[in-house]
Every structure is written in structure tokens, then in C-alpha cells.
């Protein structure tokens, strides 16, 4: 897959099939819609080109927002699109020259000219252009002109994406791993850098790696011990993480630690990637480490059942 982070230099395209979004979590709403552009660009033995925004368009229109929460970064994003068979992905800086060109001139310079469209793939409810004027009504009036097709994505299928990630990131504010992967197709992830924490764990029979979430606006599970698969450097591991206060531990504050089974490598300043699979307990409160470490030992063997059935 190609990525092209600018809208300066682009290639020569082939007849393109095209879409656009911010395919926010690439669940199983959005792959249907890929799936359609991948079976639509075989027919024309084209390719398929995807445009995406970066930084999210709210950032830009609401800059004193500061509820947005993502459920993927954008390499994360383009990671999933590319397994979905996407031959290219444009990302465009989204800026206020950029949201103020006009419809027509979004149709025809970029569009065509610069695209090389020959299939349309978008939603009734698509906008672009200068205060958001133009619609898939302008696309089609402007179908025959230019030589191009369009294809509605159905509303059933909007209101499926839209419902499906209004219902994971409600479901990964509570702690619901199962329901979000189910929605998304595959496990919950994230990526971490692994950063110096207090070294507790090591003293307690159970080493954690601090892990730093680089991007402020992905989106922070619910508080609680998780059972989880662990990538470093493309090798697969197994662990336990926890996300919250460690109320246990006097003067400690909010981390995410992840323990991995049997791995004692030193990987301070890696980049880890972390699997959500099931959310085995809330964040407790214990008397004293003792009873902390027998809990610890008890949420281990949970884990280890939990990721070995699967």
C-alpha cells in the first residue's frame, strides 16, 4: 500500500476507485465499505485510492475541544486499511485553505484530475468543500461530464458505522473489551513507549513495563486489570496490564503497566503494542503489598486461562 502525506507530488493514478472518511477504528462497518472499493477496483483493473484527514477535522474547527478521543492513531489506522487490500491512502493535512476550496473545484482539479476517479464510492450524508457545500448530488450532477460513476454507500450502513463506534468507545470507557472487539473485529490495541517507572514490581515478584502513550488523543481504557497479547518487535507474548491510580502504593500516580509472561529482556525505549482481550477486575485497594502480590498471583493464573482457551 502507498501512503501519500501530502497533496503535492502525487502519482500518475490508473482509473481509481474512491473514498473518504476518517475510518476512525476501521471496524467491521468500515471494512464492509472497503471491501466494496477492493471488489469495485478489480472490475475496472484500476486501483483504489482512500482520502483521510490528519489531524482529525475537529481539531482544526474546535480547537478548544478537548473530548475528542480516537481509537486509533494514524499509524495504527493505516495498518488496517492496508490489510483490508487498499492500494493507496492520501492523507491530508486538513487545514483552513483545504476546507475552504470550493465543491466544484474539489470535483474537478482534485478529483479528476489529480485521482483520476472513475468509481465514486460515498454516503448519502458525504460533504466537502467550502462550508461543507457539496454533496453526493453534486458528484452525480457532475457524473457525465467528467466521466465517472458514483455508488451510494446505503444509510443502513452509515447508521451501522456511526452506532458501531458510538458503541466502542462507550464500551472501552467501561471496561467492556469483549463488546468493542466484537464491533471492531479483532482485539482493542494500543502502543506504548516503555519509560522508567518506580521498579516496584520487580521486588514484588512481578517486573511491569511503564508504558507512555504518545498520542493525547487516542482513547484510554476504563480503569482495571486486563488479560492481554504483547507485541515487541514483531514477536507475540502474553501478559497482564493494568491501567489506573494504584491505590495500593503510596504516592504513586496513573500509569499502564503491562507484566509479560516470561520475559525478563530490558526494553526501556521500545515501542510495545498492546492486545486487549478481556477485562478481568476493577482497580482495588488491597491492605498491604502482601495481599496485593497474593491478588497479583491470583490475576496471573485468571490471565493464563483466559489467553490459553483462546
Known amino acids: 500500500m502507498r501512503i501519500f502525506e501530502s497533496l503535492d507530488h502525487l502519482p500518475d493514478f490508473k482509473p481509481t476507485v474512491f473514498t473518504q472518511g476518517t475510518f476512525d477504528g476501521v471496524h467491521l462497518g468500515h471494512q464492509k465499505i472497503l471491501l466494496q472499493v477492493k471488489q469495485a477496483t ?32 494514524l499509524d495504527e489506522k493505516l495498518e488496517v486499511i492496508e ?8 492523507v491530508v493535512p486538513f487545514t483552513k485553505s483545504f476546507s475552504n476550496i470550493l465543491p466544484e473545484d474539489y470535483i474537478k482539479h482534485f478529483l479528476v484530475n489529480e485521482l483520476n476517479i472513475q468509481i465514486a464510492i460515498i454516503g448519502y450524508d458525504h460533504r466537502f468543500g467550502r462550508n461543507r457545500e457539496g454533496d453526493i448530488n453534486l458528484l452525480v450532477a457532475n457524473a457525465t461530464k467528467f466521466n465517472y460513476k458514483v455508488q451510494e454507500i446505503h444509510a443502513e450502513d452509515l447508521n451501522h458505522i456511526t452506532i458501531s463506534s458510538t458503541k466502542i468507545r462507550t464500551a472501552l470507557a467501561e471496561g467492556d473489551v469483549k463488546t468493542a472487539n466484537q464491533y471492531l473485529g479483532r482485539p482493542y490495541n494500543f502502543h506504548g513507549r516503555v519509560v522508567h ?27 482495571g486489570v486486563y488479560a492481554v497479547k504483547v507485541l515487541i518487535n514483531r514477536q507475540k507474548y502474553i501478559g497482564m496490564l493494568n491501567i489506573g491510580d494504584n491505590p495500593t502504593v503510596p504516592e504513586k500516580k496513573f500509569s499502564i503497566e503491562v507484566n509479560i509472561f516470561d520475559f525478563n529482556a530490558e526494553i526501556y525505549g521500545e515501542i510495545v503494542e498492546i492486545q486487549l482481550i478481556e477485562r478481568m477486575r476493577d482497580e482495588l485497594k488491597f491492605e498491604n503489598l502482601d495481599v496485593l502480590v497474593q491478588n497479583l498471583h491470583a490475576d496471573k493464573l485468571n490471565a493464563l486461562s483466559i489467553l490459553q482457551s483462546l
Open 197 to 223: 517507572g518506580r521498579k516496584l514490581g520487580r521486588t514484588l515478584g512481578y517486573p511491569t513495563a511503564n508504558l507512555e502513550i504518545e498520542d493525547l488523543f487516542k482513547l484510554v481504557p476504563a480503569k
Open 83 to 90: 490489510q483490508c487490500g487498499i492500494d493507496n491512502v492520501v
Open 42 to 73: 478489480e472490475t475496472i483493473g484500476g486501483e483504489s485510492v482512500l482520502l483521510t484527514f490528519w489531524p482529525h477535522p475537529r481539531l482544526l474547527l474546535f480547537p478548544e475541544d478537548n473530548d475528542l478521543k480516537l481509537l486509533q492513531t
